[in-house]
């Protein structure tokens, strides 16, 4: 049976519990990291060098890095769905996914953490600031790209979604000013739609720090 390593409320963790939630996979998820500990024991250092989530074996093939991951099993597991054929639609799909980490993630992280990861006394306001401005702008970049497509790369959902989703629910779930952006909303509204999106990325996370980790522990053993 596949195996996963790493804490429901992780968004690395929820890009491929959605990605296995989209194909029906079975699976076994290990709570680790966070409040739960263990990614610095050598058990887990021997799967995951960077003792960080997630990390899967599939049947003795060993991967972390959450993009690798989802890759992996849409490969494997959803040829047509989630791994297509063209491959001009696949990096369609894959430069939505290197986007959300080499630039969504720059700007957004810093407004998550700042306002939810850090104690009130820690925040950087002008770090905060900084990042709900420069999101703004990068959600302008995503809504402009929407205007004639449901999702990212086309017609269907592809990984493309899947790695910029989880950031998705945490962007429209804080308490921020957002631009007015008709088709970045209308496209979060078909993620809302999908089961495996809303049993594995939509997870209440609080409004403050003090709420973050009593949250991580509710229903961290839900598979």
């Known amino acids: 049976m596949l195996e996963v390593w790493g804490r429901r409320n992780s968004s690395n963790v929820m890009t491929v519990m959605w990605t296995i939630g989209e194909l029906g996979l079975e699976y076994q998820r290990h709570n680790l990291g966070g409040s739960f500990g263990g990614n610095s024991d050598p058990e887990?250092?021997?799967?995951?060098?960077?003792?960080?989530?997630?990390?899967?074996n599939d049947n003795g093939k060993v991967l972390w890095e959450s993009n690798v991951i989802a890759r992996y099993l849409a490969a494997v597991y959803g040829k047509g769905v989630l791994?297509?054929?063209d491959p001009y639609r696949r990096a369609l799909a894959e430069q939505w996914m290197d986007w959300t980490k080499t630039t969504f993630y720059g700007g957004f992280m810093p407004v998550f953490w700042n306002m939810i990861r850090k104690p009130a006394d820690k925040c950087?306001?002008?770090?905060?600031?900084?990042?709900?401005?420069?999101?703004?702008?990068?959600?302008?970049?995503?809504?402009?790209?929407?205007?004639?497509?449901?999702?990212?790369?086309?017609?269907?959902?592809?990984?493309?979604?899947?790695?910029?989703?989880?950031?998705?629910?945490?962007?429209?779930?804080?308490?921020?000013?957002?631009?007015n952006l008709a088709n970045v909303d209308a496209w979060y509204q078909r993620l809302c739609q999908r089961p495996a999106y809303q049993k594995h990325v939509m997870i209440p996370f609080g409004k403050s720090f003090d709420e973050w980790g009593p949250l991580e522990k509710a229903g961290a053993d839900i598979q």
């Open 83 to 85: 791994w297509a054929e």
């Open 44 to 56: 887990y250092i021997a799967i995951n060098p960077n003792m960080v989530v997630p990390a899967i």
């Open 124 to 179: 950087d306001s002008v770090t905060r600031d900084a990042g709900i401005k420069t999101t703004a702008g990068l959600m302008q970049i995503l809504d402009r790209h929407l205007c004639n497509r449901p999702f990212v790369a086309g017609d269907q959902l592809s990984l493309g979604d899947i790695a910029l989703g989880p950031m998705m629910y945490r962007y429209f779930n804080l308490d921020i000013e957002r631009p």
